[in-house]
């Protein structure tokens, strides 16, 4: 049913963006997801951000893995670039692809079981190395494809839809985001459209390894009474640390605030991400302090969401191995393959 298009009827008097685009031209085709399922409102947000940043569609390039949120690249920016790799692999296949073309805008969509189970290396790896893109994983706890099976994610104590309660401790995958170097984590709700739609904004503007871990209720199998992550649950315990405005370089910026209220961090392109800040006493700056405050309110039951972590001078792989700023799939044969001369410089200078 993934291949049922939406008319392509537009009305005359629908808003552009600065490129001439519509909200409808970032669309993709008629969701198959249940009735209610909040990666519908995940792929309603990125529509929403990449129209609001002025992005052409064409210069986007969308990668997911296997499982639900893994079909959802086919809901959102039917205009882009797209691939459904194997089970898992999205990390390793997009991290090829931005080498070959840095030129594009990389997002990467991904599930709990995707990332947190047989994608967890894939995963581990593209965040160490500062692979440039924006990786939002669509998190519901559960398998929602094969029946509601508990996930890498699950909370230890929380009761499947059948009443079995998980003894396994969860894998939290925006505590190793900032243990492996991520220099852009964050943590929102499906549910939570004006938080999340500027995290993806700065997400999809940051110059570095971006993560957004989205909670994202299951109607299906994880939506009852003991589960939590389930709409209710995250409403009840939700712990903000932050109100995100995300704000564009060629923007003026004329708002005004008492100091120490607002915290503004210039991102690698220049733009800058304006973070109101709730608790007076964090700093999203300090990768240590965000652990620990994250950990500190997880023991309490509070789910933490908003901006937890940004690296303001990020560096993405391209810096690391100091490529050419040229597309590499752009490059002809002689600079490609420059000869035996400088290949024997180079196997010298490894000597």
Known sequence: MTYIAKPQLRHPSLEKNRVGYTRRDYEGK???????????????????????LDIEPHRVAKLSGIGCSSKTPDYFLGASHGFNTVHGRMP????????????????????????????????????????????????????????????AT??????????????????DLV??????????????????????????????????AAFIDVISPCVAFNNHPGSTKSYDYIREHNESVSRIDFISKRDEITAQAPPGQVVDVRQHDGTLLRLRTRHADYDPTDRA????FMQAHQARGEVVTGLLYVDPLATDLHTALNTTARPLNALEAPSLCPGAAVLAKINHSLR
């Open 30 to 52: 008629i969701s198959t997801l249940c009735a209610g399922c909040g990666h519908d409102s995940i792929s309603a947000a990125i529509i929403q951000a990449c129209w609001e």
């Open 92 to 151: 390793s296949v997009l991290t090829g692809a931005n080498l070959a073309n840095r030129d594009l805008l990389y997002l990467g969509v991904s599930g709990d079981g995707d990332s947190a189970s047989i994608g967890l290396g894939q995963f581990a790896h593209a965040m160490r190395r500062g692979v440039r893109m924006a990786y939002i994983v669509e998190n519901n706890g559960v398998y929602g494809l094969t029946k509601g099976q508990f996930s």
């Open 289 to 292: 302090a965000a652990m620990a």
């Open 175 to 208: 505590a190793m985001a900032l243990q492996l170097g991520a220099t852009y984590v964050a943590r929102s709700f499906s549910g939570s459209k004006e938080q999340l739609v500027p995290l993806i904004k700065g997400a999809m503007t940051h110059g570095g």
């Open 154 to 171: 699950a909370d230890s104590g929380s009761k499947s839809k059948k009443g079995v309660t998980n003894s396994d401790s969860p894998v």
